[in-house]
Nanobody, 127 residues
Framework: QVQLEESGGGSVQAGGSLRLSCAISGHTPSNYCLAWFRQAQGKEIEGVAGIDSDGGTSYADLVKGRFTISKDNGKNILYLQMHSLKPEDTAMYYC?????????????????????WGQGTQVTVSS
């Protein structure tokens, strides 16, 4: 069983930055696909970024060039560095862990395929 716990959310003005963290504990296979998702109020959940066991990354078009996903394997922490934040980035952000195969190709944004989820951390960007 894998446990995930997000932190680092908050309120910022447009153009600001935040770094989200996801502490990973329990049985933590090193070959999981890890990802960040977000869900704005009244909208469907969407994939933000994914990272595979080798550190290969994938991003949603909406965040490319502004967000960076990374992980510290020694500390078992997943990060999402967010720059140039926009009001439309306002959402609850979740980290998720799933089969390594999810990071192969374009399947990483499939939220229904991830087995483990954190409780979420709120990001609010004001204009």
């Amino acid at each position: 069983q894998v446990q995930l716990e997000e932190s680092g959310g908050g309120s910022v003005q447009a153009g600001g930055s935040l770094r989200l963290s996801c502490a990973i504990s329990g049985h933590t296979p090193s070959n999981y696909c890890l990802a960040w998702f977000r869900q704005a109020q009244g909208k469907e959940i969407e994939g933000v970024a994914g990272i595979d066991s080798d550190g290969g990354t994938s991003y949603a078009d909406l965040v490319k060039g502004r967000f960076t996903i990374s992980k510290d394997n020694g500390k078992n922490i997943l990060y999402l560095q967010m720059h140039s934040l926009k009001p439309e980035d306002t959402a609850m952000y979740y980290c998720a862990a799933g089969s390594w195969a999810l990071c192969d190709g374009d399947t990483w944004p499939r939220d229904d395929a991830y087995a483990f989820w954190g409780q979420g951390t709120q990001v609010t960007v004001s204009s």
